[in-house]
């Protein structure tokens, strides 16, 4: 993984601009999956896995996982998030080679 606080800049602003919080109780991030994943692709990590779940195919994705390789140094990162409801944010869990991104970075 390249340096730390370069990696992870885009979650970083997206945490500091309250597109992303830190949810203590359900130890993972409310946001936008969407935001999540493009802060993770200009990291350096190419998607080669996408899965979403619907209820039904006419409904909107209950949850869903992302997941993108880094070709340079073989590190992997992975979304995971589930639809709590129709008008709140996802819950959002990011992790990358195993380590879960929490609500320390930055």
């Known amino acids: ?25 359900a130890h993972a991030w409310a946001a936008q999956p969407r935001d999540v994943v493009e802060a993770l692709a200009h990291a350096g990590f ?17 949850g869903g996982v992302w997941q993108g390789l880094n070709l340079q140094t073989g590190a992997v990162a992975s979304a995971i998030w589930v639809q709590r409801a129709p008008d709140a944010e996802s819950i959002v869990f990011i992790d990358i080679d195993g380590e879960l991104i929490d609500g320390g970075i930055g």
């Open 1 to 25: 993984m390249r340096d730390g606080v370069e990696e992870l800049q885009r979650l970083n602003e997206l945490r500091q601009s309250g597109k992303m919080q830190w949810s203590e109780n």
């Open 46 to 62: 190419a998607e080669y896995k996408l899965a979403v779940t619907r209820s039904r195919r006419d409904r909107p994705p209950t």
